[in-house]
T-cell receptor
């Protein structure tokens, strides 16, 4: 089983609150990713990072922000949560070295966010 | 437009039976194709990976095939077990970017009944 952790696993919060979803990995991977997944739909990349102090936006526009101050930690923050942010958020990481496309992405268990 | 289409959307089978899930893709240039298993409330876990030159790959009771000419893949599950109940996601990677962009299908939701 992959050593990548997400907390909280479930979060129910009111509109307008600031939230931070935590993601940590102990595999020493340089690359980390955040995906958003709605029921029955494909995963959409919202943020990624190649390493410390590197963050990029993904394909799906998101009002969330990320930071990468330590290799193992890649938190995602929503400054003001809205009902449209209700979704499952999955964090993943992959190793460097060799063609990027061959390096398996290991996923965390996800955070199920509900904004009321 | 790079896309990954999976069928069927959902499938119910009895324990012990075999089943085959399909994946069609239009991703180009193609690098590799993975099948992931995603249990309810969990993150996806990789089952197999195939590159352009491979046309079959097995992992226990899971056997994946790839036809790079027709851009089709299948995942065959033999002697299904209750624990096989999950969403099976086809993921195709391109080699046109440094990120190794991943394209995800919507998954096939498999339910195995006793």
């Amino acid at each position: 089983e992959a050593d990548i952790y997400q907390t909280p696993r479930y979060l129910v919060i009111g509109t307008g609150k600031k939230i931070t979803l935590e993601c940590s990995q102990t595999m020493g991977h340089d690359k980390m990713y955040w995906y958003q997944q709605d029921p029955g739909m494909e995963l959409h990349l919202i943020h990624y990072s190649y390493g410390v102090n590197s963050t990029e936006k993904g394909d799906l526009s998101s009002e969330s922000t990320v930071s990468r101050i330590r290799t193992e930690h890649f938190p995602l923050t929503l400054e003001s949560a809205r009902p449209s942010h209700t979704s499952q958020y999955l964090c993943a990481s992959s190793a460097s070295g060799g063609p990027d496309s061959y390096n398996e992405q290991f996923f965390g268990p996800g955070t199920r966010l509900t904004v009321l | 437009k790079n896309q990954v289409e999976q069928s069927p959307q959902s499938l119910i089978i009895l324990e012990g039976k075999n089943c085959t899930l399909q994946c069609n893709y239009t991703v180009s240039p193609f690098s590799n194709l993975r099948w992931y298993k995603q249990d309810t409330g969990r993150g996806p876990v990789s089952l197999t990976i195939m590159t352009f030159s491979e046309n079959t790959k097995s992992n226990g009771r899971y056997t994946a095939t790839l036809d790079a000419d027709t851009k089709q893949s299948s995942l065959h599950i033999t002697a299904s077990q209750l624990s096989d109940s999950a969403s099976y996601i086809c993921v195709v990677s391109d080699r046109g970017s440094t990120l190794g962009r991943l394209y995800f299908g919507r998954g096939t939701q498999l339910t195995v009944w006793p």
